[in-house]
Nanobody, 122 residues
Framework: EVQLVESGGGLVQFGGSLRLSCAASGFTFSRYVMKWVRQAPGKGLEWVSSITSGGTGTWYADSVKGRFTMSRDDAKATLYLEMNSLKPEDTALYYC???????????????RGQGTQVTVSS
């Protein structure tokens, strides 16, 4: 059974930093492209970043580029998201996810964890 467990969220002030982690199990983690996605209150899922299997390539949404850094440790089957210069608009429930597609303009992921809440105060 695929399991993804996020941690590291919290309340932080504008300009602050947080590091999210995601522990994966139930599948061969190293073989998969992984993503971070987020959901703000009343909104749909939003793609944040992706990382290739092996970690050789990363991609970021324009809204977080230059502020967020995604990485992975395949030996530990763990995904990370380093978030710096946080803004109130980054407030959301953050999920690590696998097998995501966009259908009818909406992002959907076959697997994601329970999420970790990030709240940025102004």
């Amino acid at each position: 059974e695929v399991q993804l467990v996020e941690s590291g969220g919290g309340l932080v002030q504008f300009g602050g930093s947080l590091r999210l982690s995601c522990a994966a199990s139930g599948f061969t983690f190293s073989r998969y492209v992984m993503k971070w996605v987020r959901q703000a209150p009343g909104k749909g899922l939003e793609w944040v970043s992706s990382i290739t299997s092996g970690g050789t390539g990363t991609w970021y949404a324009d809204s977080v580029k230059g502020r967020f850094t995604m990485s992975r440790d395949d030996a530990k089957a763990t995904l990370y998201l380093e978030m710096n210069s946080l803004k109130p608009e980054d407030t959301a429930l953050y999920y690590c996810a696998r097998d995501c597609v966009t259908r009818n303009g909406r992002l959907a992921c076959d697997y994601r964890g329970q999420g970790t809440q990030v709240t940025v105060s102004s």
